[in-house]
């Protein structure tokens, strides 16, 4: 077995390690002088002087002063920023969620359903008193939320049918090891947006990784003279 990867990915300006031990240690101790981050660190003050203008330079730790009551001039401290840029595991924590949903609920595909409809109606823009959104301005507002989200849409249409390819799922890691609860998900989410709209559209089925990189959605228009 491969090794897991359990945090997400480095975001692409990565920091080296030793700059990275400069500011756990500030996230850890901070503010702290050069002397001091240095003693934690075991690097000599002059890389570790170095690490912490770097770290400035790239916002995340910032230079202050020490507050003293006695004479002399006060001290340069250094504290990590405010902006927290330590790894995340938001794919672990959606692993075991969906593993819970899946392995512990009597329905879990519709309860991802009925989880994914109330997410569509909050995510959509509901339209104003009396306006009506006809099917094709439904599509456009559903494929707009959908690329918010991080789908790549296309939609084709054809006799009051709607194919909707998904080439890029976000949840695809997720979806692969639980298509019973991420794809029905997938379609509330389709389902609930449609309803919120009061669109003459529905979201009829998902038809998961008809290829590795592509889902298709089969929606169908109400709309009079279809």
Not at 130 to 148: P, S
Request: proline share 7%.
């Amino acid at each position: 077995m491969g090794k897991r990867h359990l945090v997400d990915a480095e975001p692409p300006a990565a920091l080296g390690d030793s700059r990275a031990g400069v500011l756990d240690v500030l996230r850890a101790f901070g503010p702290l002088g050069v002397r001091e981050a240095a003693e934690r660190t075991g690097l000599h003050p002059n890389t570790v002087r170095f690490h912490l203008d770097g770290l400035v330079e790239s916002g995340l730790a910032e230079r202050t002063t020490e507050e003293r009551d006695q004479p002399g001039r006060p001290r340069t401290l250094y504290r990590a920023s405010d902006s927290d840029q330590g790894v995340r595991s938001y794919r672990l924590l959606a692993q075991i969620l969906t593993s819970l949903v899946s392995g512990t609920m009597p329905e879990p595909t519709k309860a991802a359903t009925e989880a994914g409809r109330a997410w569509g109606r909050y995510l959509a823009d509901r339209p104003a008193p009396f306006e009506r959104v006809d099917a094709q301005q439904a599509l456009d507002k559903l494929a707009g939320l959908l690329t918010d989200i991080g789908f790549g849409t296309q939609i084709e249409t054809e006799a009051g049918t709607a194919l909707v390819r998904l080439v890029h799922c976000p949840f695809r890691e997720i979806a692969e090891e639980h298509q019973d609860v991420i794809c029905p998900l997938h379609l509330g989410l389709m389902q609930g947006a449609l309803a919120e709209m009061n669109a003459p559209v529905t979201a009829e089925r998902l038809d998961p990784f008809v290829n590795p990189k592509l889902c298709l959605a089969h929606l169908r228009s109400h709309e009079t003279g279809e």
